[in-house]
């Protein structure tokens, strides 16, 4: 008896020895033996647990009946008739990656070795197959994760300054990776939830334009764990976008078709990076806007302070107006502490509450916050800081606040404010420093 590869036979059917059985039945690859017609005629169990078929099902039928996928068959028994024609091997001896089917119909990768053996004068095939469906899974999340680092790097060292262009090319660079419908940029603003940016099919971002009043920077929050679901579309992942330590909106992948669970995973952790680095952006792309917020603001200062027909409350208050606008506030207030109360001496802004000389006990004013301790106080969403209990919240309304000391002589003097209804964007440190040196401005000029 010999082999054609000077192995001795393995098979469970023609090979009857009892040690060459008990390799072959405890093999932890299917081992699948058949003869020259490409008929089974040996079955491990391993065999049995990989395609579905018991032993008794397998032997006697066709090797390409029970493991090979439809549209590879015409391939197979061409394969199978050239070698027993030519005795020319093209996968014989080797290790190979294909597809198999199983009994249910689907379709799985493996990896096949095939060998021949001549037993009592005939020719034998062995295969010895494994069931690789989860190497090829994880590599694939692998080159998945790999490319999205790609994608995330291409972004981050694009060239593009506006922040509308960055917006855009992070989201076609996201959908093309992800393989999603549709993705959405949502801030949550002073006066709502607005699209910053959105990119995709059209019928999916129509579905989500019917729901555009709803903050869906809320809902999306927890997306990883508790799916949404608006109408018949779905958002597969998303991530909070945070700037300055604040959440202030999200990005969002939709489809209306299911996310793949195996790809799951990875494509969150791509979701939370491009947030992370949505929210850096728009970071920076803020601070820049407000620097230059600051210096035009700067140069009024320096415009108005010259202005010599202007009183100093004139100044004051148009210099106020100013602020309001450029920093998206409704109201802005020079008070005096007074006794037990703030005066106010200016008050500007197209929604003010406030006029000159009416007076806020000191122990309903956040004005006395920054009184006591001397230092800022910005607050970019009452309702969600450590003074949504204060008077000014739950009394006047107030939702976001900036408010400086105002010294004059040395001496505690005041505070210089702006207050809006609506919570906004967090502060930058350059919208605090120009309000500061307009209280130092004003210090010097109530000095005089």
């Known amino acids: 008896m010999t082999t054609s590869h000077g192995r001795p036979p393995t098979t469970t059917s023609e090979v009857a020895t009892p040690t060459w059985r008990a390799v072959v039945e405890g093999a ?10 490409g008929i089974v005629t040996g079955w491990n169990p391993q065999a049995a647990a990989t395609f579905g078929w018991s032993a008794d099902e397998a032997i006697g039928r066709s090797v ?10 015409d391939a197979h028994t061409a394969g199978w008739s050239r070698y027993l024609r030519t005795g020319k091997p093209h996968v014989l001896g080797q290790r190979i990656e294909l597809t198999a089917k199983h009994r249910d119909g689907h379709v799985m990768p493996v990896e096949l070795t095939v060998s021949t053996h001549v037993v009592d004068g005939k020719t034998v095939f062995s295969a010895a197959i494994r069931d690789i469906t989860e190497r090829v899974r994880a590599q694939s999340q692998i080159d998945r994760q790999a490319d999205g680092l790609r994608v995330l790097n291409r972004i981050a060292t694009g060239r593009e300054q506006d922040i509308e262009r960055l917006l855009q090319l992070a989201l076609e660079e996201g959908l093309a990776h992800l393989g999603s ?5 949502e801030e949550i603003g002073t006066q709502g939830p607005r699209w910053l940016a959105a990119a995709g099919d059209e019928v999916v971002l129509e579905e989500l334009r019917r729901h555009e009043d709803i903050a869906l920077s809320d809902r999306v929050a927890d997306v990883a764990t508790e799916p949404l679901s608006l109408g018949p579309v779905r958002c597969c992942c998303a991530s909070p976008i945070i700037v300055d330590g604040s959440r202030i909106g999200s990005v969002s992948f939709w489809s209306r078709k299911p996310h793949d669970p195996q790809q799951a995973e990875g494509d969150h952790d791509f979701v939370r990076l491009l947030g992370g680095w949505l929210g850096a952006a728009i970071e920076r792309h803020t601070a820049m806007a407000a620097q230059r917020e600051s210096e035009d603001g ?9 202005e010599r027909d202007l009183s100093l409350e004139a100044k004051v208050q148009h210099l106020l107006s100013i602020a309001c606008t450029r920093f998206d506030m409704d109201t802005g207030v020079l008070a005096q502490r007074d006794g037990d109360a703030f005066r106010v001496l200016v008050a500007a802004g197209d929604d003010r509450r ?7 006990p000191a122990d309903k004013a956040l004005a006395e916050l920054i009184v006591q301790s001397g230092q800022s106080l910005p ?12 008077a000014a919240a739950r009394e006047h309304g107030l939702a976001a606040y900036l408010g400086v000391p105002v ?6 003097f005041g505070s210089l404010s702006l207050s ?3 919570p906004r964007r967090p502060f930058v440190p350059a919208e605090e420093e120009y309000l500061h040196l307009l209280a130092q401005w004003v210090g010097r000029e109530l000095e005089n």
């Open 420 to 422: 809006a209804f609506q």
């Open 28 to 37: 932890l690859d299917a081992i699948v033996i058949a003869d020259e017609r």
């Open 181 to 185: 419908e549709a993705v959405l940029i």
């Open 298 to 306: 700067i140069r009024t200062l320096q415009q108005t302070s010259a």
């Open 407 to 412: 010294y004059v002589d040395g001496e505690m």
């Open 379 to 390: 607050v970019a969403d009452l309702a969600r800081s450590p003074y949504r209990e204060h």
């Open 64 to 73: 390409a009946d029970v493991v090979v996928p439809d549209e590879m068959r």
């Open 354 to 360: 406030l006029e000159v000389d009416d007076r806020m």
